[in-house]
């Protein structure tokens, strides 16, 4: 096992660092195509794209990454895949370069180790315990980090600014061939290289140190590589590569994320009755039922305020101009007015709680990254969808700033890494 740098909070520098690891990648020989072993991220794989993704190759990363709760299954294919040579390590260490590329975006990044714990990571949402509890399982079983969560940091560009690490990642996908290169369903183009050279790696760190980053995509990942390392830690392992976690980090002055927004289904919601209550805190509004009309308006609302579209088998309905004192009664007394002012907040604290009263949780409030997905669902439950616009990523970076979450699942950043590119075992 490669000899890692003592744990990320045994010393005293805040900054932030990338760190070379050998990847573990698809033989191209023993599988029939790159694209068909590779996934998007976990939690935005519906059941339909599970099945797509099942049945395009025996070996696609869906098998390890969603395992239907088997993590020891998973970790048994794993295994097997690494004897078999249809995974295998490179030789050495490298820090990666990834290139996504489609229609209007194009996104490049480095892939290497973050330390876990320390403060140069900051989330900017909050998570749920199952979700956290079932990757921090799988993570254990498989003794991997099966995907990368996503870090954006501000580089000031880097473009042709000589050391910085934006700098490098640009010169070397601009001049060098790919060591990999496939395209998927989704008509994205994905690249990879490989940074093998000490004195690359000596630059990035330099470049990094003092910066920080904010969590993305991936913050139960990320808290599952906080918990696997307590867990370890408490049971007496002291220092290892648990201390690490594998991380795809952008620079955000160079490649602005995209962010999109995540919508709720309460299948067990009734539409009607979702309606009538939400008149106690909103103005409803009935808009025409037509999704493209529909969606339009919401955007259009979102000028003046919080507002959220409701859609079932009755249509629309757009909500807008909450009531402010009932809506200053039910948040939070602890949290600051940029936060109460988010729409997520609204949501959470005055919609699904005090309107509606349901608490956020997994199991009766869904979540769909697509607007279109979330009113299929809930008018095929007999339930109610809450499409919801998106989070500027300059409040969210202002909210995680002053040490504060939005509430769990508000804010799609893309585009999302592709899993199954670069894994990452604790044995490498």
């Not at 070379?20 to 998007?40: C, K, L, N, Q």
């Not at 390590?89 to 330390?115: E, K, S, T, W």
């Not at 859609?311 to 939070?332: E, I, K, Q």
Request: charged share 20%; hydrophobic share 40%.
């Amino acid at each position: 096992m490669r000899t890692l740098p003592s744990s990320p909070d045994s010393g005293t520098d805040p900054g932030l660092a990338l760190l070379p690891f050998r990847g573990i990648r698809y033989a191209p020989d023993h599988v029939s195509a790159i694209a068909d072993v590779t996934s998007p991220p976990y939690d935005v794989i519906g059941t339909g794209t599970l099945d797509e993704l099942l049945a395009a190759e025996p070996h696609n990363i869906v098998r390890l990454i969603l395992p239907g709760g088997d993590a020891a299954a998973a970790a048994a294919s794993l295994r097997a895949w690494l004897r078999s040579g249809v995974l295998v390590r490179d030789a050495v260490p490298a820090l990666y370069i990834y290139q996504q590329n489609g229609p209007g975006f194009l996104q490049r990044g480095l892939i290497g180790l973050v330390g876990v714990g320390g403060p140069a990571i900051h989330p900017h949402e909050n998570v749920m315990p199952g979700p956290v509890a079932g990757r921090r399982e799988l993570m254990a079983a498989t003794e991997a980090n099966l995907e990368p969560i996503f870090l954006v940091y501000n580089g000031s560009g880097g473009s042709g600014s000589g050391g910085s690490a934006s700098g490098l990642v640009d010169e070397v996908a601009t001049r060098e061939q790919p060591f990999l290169e496939t395209v998927t369903s989704d008509g994205v183009t994905h690249r990879l290289w490989r940074v093998t050279d000490p004195a690359a790696h000596a630059s990035v760190a330099a470049d990094l140190a003092g910066r920080t980053a904010l969590i993305a995509d991936g913050h139960h990942r990320y808290a599952a590589y906080e918990q696997l390392r307590t867990q370890l830690r408490s049971a007496g392992h002291g220092d290892g590569p648990w201390d690490y976690g594998l991380a795809f980090l952008v620079d955000a002055d160079a490649y602005p994320p995209r962010l999109g927004a995540i919508h709720r289904v309460l299948p067990g919601l009734p539409f009607a009755s979702a309606v009538s209550r939400a008149s106690a805190g909103f103005t409803v509004r009935e808009l025409p039922d037509d999704f493209e009309a529909a969606t339009a308006g919401l955007t259009d609302a979102a000028r003046g305020g919080p507002a959220f579209l409701l859609a079932g088998r009755g249509g629309f309905r757009l909500l807008d101009s909450p009531d402010p004192a009932r809506l200053a009664s039910v948040m939070p007394a602890d949290t600051s007015q940029r936060w109460r002012s988010l729409d997520a907040a609204v949501l959470q604290e005055l919609l699904l709680a005090d309107v509606w009263g349901i608490r956020d949780n997994e199991h009766d409030v869904l979540i769909s990254h697509d607007a279109h997905e979330a009113v299929s669902m809930a008018r095929d439950a007999d339930g109610t969808a809450v499409v919801c616009n998106p989070v500027p990523f300059p409040v969210v970076r202002e909210i995680a700033a002053h040490g504060e979450c939005v509430p769990r699942k508000s804010t799609s950043f893309g585009p999302k890494p592709r899993t199954g590119l670069v894994l990452r075992t604790f044995g490498g």
